[in-house]
């Protein structure tokens, strides 16, 4: 008999398969996995990080991407003619809705299938799923809720996430399940003990915000600027850059190229085999990679913020896991400490707050999520 299908749903890019990647691979032994990107670029992105795409055509040699022809076609056939056909849809991508048993979505984007999934007969559950191991915050004041989860379940890291999301979905459909991606199995696959490095390597995670809708550029520049004549006091120092898949504004690089005497360079290998390599790590405020860093025991540092109100206190300050560089003098003294004193108390009190902060499990997160997605599919 043949293998029912878990579908993959990816909207824009490789980080919507980061955090999955291990679910599938125990579902793999069940279940065919099949992958569907929803544009050129999201796969473009999975194909520049080679370790990732590596595991990741292992475990889903089958899949499709649409194209623009594609999206015209479904949109016309659905606003013009009401004659949209899902199993029609997939039949063009050499699957039967009659085989897929589960389709699963990131959280950050609407999927467009999971109403379409609805609207069928033995239709397959829809669950979303985390992009990354951020951990919600709770809100300093009433907001509005712009959008409402259209899935059967939600999958999320961590208990106290489900303040945020409960307002988007029914509670009962919340299921906590970890992070499966640092499962120390996972972690010891995505890694390296080769590398030989002549310089200490300070990775940089950054979100180029620049010319949004919200953006102050000068603002941004000058923070900028004050980050990387911190970073050239540094002495025999590589700077690894890592941009956000998503915030990556091109004008970071007028600015990066007028420091000449900085040793740089701009990276698309995964995050956590970059942590794994790297003696510092230096984030923002607002984005998961800090627990990239500290699932790794790293040094990790957060530069100062330079937007003051935000209706929201993050879940690494409820928790107190960021150390946090308030100006360029203290961004200065946390880098050179965490170079010369990496087992600081500083560092170790955090990275111990962070490893309290798991959620765990008798099994390993991965097992854990994939019989749960497994259970609740049938």
């Known amino acids: ?166 307002k988007r979905i029914d509670e009962n459909k919340i299921k906590i399940v970890g992070v499966p991606k640092y499962d120390t199995k996972w972690l010891e696959r995505i890694k390296s003990n080769k590398i030989k490095k002549r310089k200490k390597i300070i990775l940089f995670a950054y979100s180029s915000r620049f010319n949004t809708k919200f953006s102050d550029n000068k603002k941004l520049e000058k923070q900028f600027f004050e980050i990387l004549r911190t970073l050239k006091k540094i002495n025999n120092c590589k700077i690894i850059f890592k941009i956000h898949p998503r915030k990556n504004d091109p004008y970071y690089l007028k600015i990066l190229k007028k420091f000449k005497n900085i040793d740089w360079e701009i990276s698309s290998k995964n995050l956590l085999y970059l942590t794994n390599v790297c003696d510092i790590f230096l984030h923002d405020k607002f984005s998961s990679v800090i627990y990239e860093g500290l699932i790794r025991k790293k040094p990790t540092i957060e530069y100062w913020d330079i937007n003051k109100k935000t209706n929201f206190s993050l879940g690494h300050d409820d928790l107190k896991l960021n150390k946090v560089a308030k100006n360029p003098v203290e961004l200065e003294y946390l880098i050179k400490l965490g170079i010369k004193d990496p087992k600081n108390k500083i560092w170790i009190k955090q990275q111990a707050k962070f490893f309290l902060t798991l959620e765990k499990f008798n099994i390993n997160s991965s097992k854990y999520t994939s019989k749960l997605i497994d259970n609740i599919s049938k």
């Open 1 to 166: 008999m043949a293998k029912k299908i878990i579908l993959l749903n990816i909207s824009k890019s490789s980080a919507e398969i980061d955090w999955i990647l291990p679910v599938l691979e125990e579902l793999s032994k069940k279940y065919r996995i099949f992958t569907l990107f929803q544009n050129s670029k999201s796969f473009e992105t999975l194909n520049k990080d080679e370790i990732l795409f590596k595991l990741w055509k292992r475990i889903s040699p089958n899949y499709a991407i649409d194209n623009e022809y594609d999206k015209l076609v479904r949109y016309c056939s659905k606003k013009f003619l009401n004659s949209f056909s899902l199993k029609n849809y997939f039949k063009k991508k050499n699957l039967n809705l009659s085989d897929i048993k589960t389709v699963l979505s990131e959280f950050g984007t609407y999927c467009w299938i999971f109403d379409e999934v609805k609207k069928t007969t033995n239709k397959p559950t829809t669950i979303y799923f985390p992009t990354s191991s951020f951990i919600f915050g709770k809100g300093k004041e009433i907001f509005t809720i712009k959008f409402n989860l259209n899935s059967d379940y939600l999958l999320l890291c961590n208990r106290l996430d489900k303040f945020f999301w409960k």
